[in-house]
């Protein structure tokens, strides 16, 4: 992992429609994308809403950058997907799909395993683009305006602040390293530069917390903000639409008991079969990817 390759999960900067919208409308999607995400079991609204976000991604120019900070998505889905299909997280009878040697796969497991990590997928993703669109600063201001506690804006707004910092950090770290003829690239590279970005860190909240202080931080009286942040009509359409979709989505999976289709999703024995050997394999492949590059750098 060099500096270049550190996951960007920060704002990317440019000018497009997801850009120039207010940070209200594009908050309240991702809080409506996690409850309708959590209120329907239909796995084709739940990836319907995962392409949404793609789409919303490409149009703003980030996706590459979520792709890549999406990738965390990997290992959790597969050891989901795997373990499911072996034990279903839903009450017993399950329905046997095959028999792989003495392993037993369960075609609920395979719906469910669907459905959770499409809420995961969906909910990950529309807050990559959010977050990737959105300067902290103007969120923090729109956060001051919604009357959210101070204390805890501020903490939202300099986690997000502090990541290009942290990640900054750790591609000088691991420059320095290659420059004294250790390896710069890579997960070995990286363990070693825990050390010295924690202590740079803890200095680093050392700092701040000077900083803080000598400004007057957490007095009361009207707080101001340098940057301001105005909303337009189409801000309010947006948000509207957003409730509206939601409210629609919600009301129609509540009507339905979850809106399971799992009767439309026909899966075949083999395919079965393949999900469970495809995610399994690649668990235990980053597992012991991750397991063998700890040995070797002890």
């Excluded at 009450?91 to 395993?113: H, K, N, R, S, V």
Aim: contains cysteine; proline residues 5%; charged residues 10%.
């Amino acid at each position: 992992m060099s500096m270049q390759g550190a996951l960007p999960v920060s704002l990317i900067p440019g000018d497009s429609v997801m850009h120039r919208i207010h940070p209200l409308p594009k908050m309240i999607w991702v809080v409506l994308y996690v409850v309708v995400a959590f209120m329907t079991q239909n796995i084709f609204l739940l990836y319907g809403m995962a392409a949404f976000a793609l789409f919303l991604a490409i149009v703003s120019g980030v996706i590459r950058p979520m792709l890549k900070a999406a990738f965390i998505i990997v290992p959790i889905g597969s050891s989901l997907l795997a373990l499911q299909l072996m034990a279903p997280a839903v009450e017993q009878p399950w329905t046997q799909i095959a028999e792989f040697g003495p392993i037993t796969l369960y075609e609920d497991g395979l719906y469910y395993g669907l459905v959770l990590l499409g809420r995961i997928v969906a909910c990950l993703l529309m807050a990559l683009v959010v977050v990737m669109t959105t300067h902290p600063s103007d969120l923090f201001t729109t956060l001051s305006k919604l009357k959210v506690p101070y204390t805890l804006n501020f903490m939202m707004a300099m986690t997000l602040q502090l990541i290009p910092v942290f990640q900054r950090e750790v591609g000088i770290i691991l420059s320095a390293q290659k420059s004294r003829g250790m390896k710069g690239n890579g997960f070995q590279a990286v363990l070693p530069s825990f050390v010295p970005v924690f202590v740079g860190a803890i200095e680093r909240v050392q700092q701040l917390s000077i900083s803080l202080e000598s400004r007057g931080f957490g007095s009361a009286g009207h707080k101001s903000s340098y940057r301001q942040v105005k909303g337009k009509p189409t801000d309010v359409i947006l948000a509207l639409v957003g409730v509206a979709g939601a409210a629609t989505l919600g009301t129609m999976s509540i009507m339905r008991g979850g809106w399971n289709v799992s009767e439309l999703l026909v899966v075949e024995p083999a395919t079965a079969v393949i999900v469970w050997v495809v995610s399994a394999s690649l668990f235990l492949s980053i597992i012991l990817f991750a397991l063998i590059l700890s040995f070797k750098q002890s």
